[in-house]
């Protein structure tokens, strides 16, 4: 014995890290930055609210959108904030509150270096220092920088147009799913416009969102459908 680690509450997160997290699809352990990858049209919006409405523990919203008059969360208390703002000073003032952070459809092509820094320090010290949770949609993650890319530890993946989308997708977000089986879930899983493949890291979960429910996959689960599939192709 050399010794040991002692464990120390952070300060920063006391009454808020570890709440929630259950077996649910979006039942995230608090808080969390999920990223969400789909092409136009494919509901990421409507994930955001699901999720909001799902489990309503958020005392103040915070809204980072492409169009600042978008009228899509008019049925929610948010507050606008544009890129550029000094989201740290704001989200530094309360730290009473469990907070969410929604970035929809930003296009990163489009900001100026000062700007992606600046969003990429906002995103991590919302977590780490805050307690803000995170959820950030793009309609391709490949064009995120890769240290704004590994800072999410849930990803939901819609069913991309093409297997090659596919595998470039799974390869960027996680390492919990091979591209192989992504593959098998976006060809003989996912079917509708809406279905999504949910990775969350911090519960070690996988789910596939199928017809609006969702489905836990694990070994055994690929495994029973891996052997369906095949007897229906030789049928």
Not at 34 to 58: C, E
């Amino acid at each position: 014995m050399y010794g040991e680690v002692e464990i120390f509450n952070n300060r920063d997160k006391q009454g808020f890290e570890g709440r929630g997290g259950g077996p649910g699809g979006f039942d995230f352990i608090l808080p969390y930055r999920l990223l969400i990858t789909a092409r136009s049209g494919q509901g990421k919006t409507n994930i955001i609210m699901s999720i909001i409405k799902h489990r309503p523990v958020y005392d103040k919203i915070y809204l980072t959108h492409c169009d600042p008059n978008t009228k899509e969360y008019d049925d929610l208390d948010v507050e606008r904030y544009e890129i550029g703002g000094d989201h740290i000073e704001v989200f530094g003032k309360d730290r009473s509150s469990n907070k969410l952070w929604c970035i929809d459809d930003i296009d990163f092509g489009r900001l100026t270096k000062a700007q992606r820094d600046h969003l990429i320090m906002a995103i991590r010290y919302s977590v780490s220092h805050f307690c803000i949770s995170v959820i950030m949609t793009i309609q391709d993650s490949s064009l995120l920088p890769p240290v704004l890319r590994r800072l999410f530890s849930v990803n939901i993946i819609a069913k991309p147009s093409d297997p090659v989308a596919a595998y470039m997708s799974i390869r960027k977000a996680s390492s919990m799913i091979t591209p192989a089986e992504a593959k098998f879930v976006f060809t003989h899983i996912l079917h509708r416009k809406y279905d999504f493949l949910l990775l969350d890291e911090q519960r070690e979960l996988v789910f596939a969102c199928v017809n609006n429910k969702f489905i836990l996959l694990d070994d055994k689960n690929f495994e029973e459908r891996s052997t369906d599939s095949s007897d229906s192709d030789s049928d």
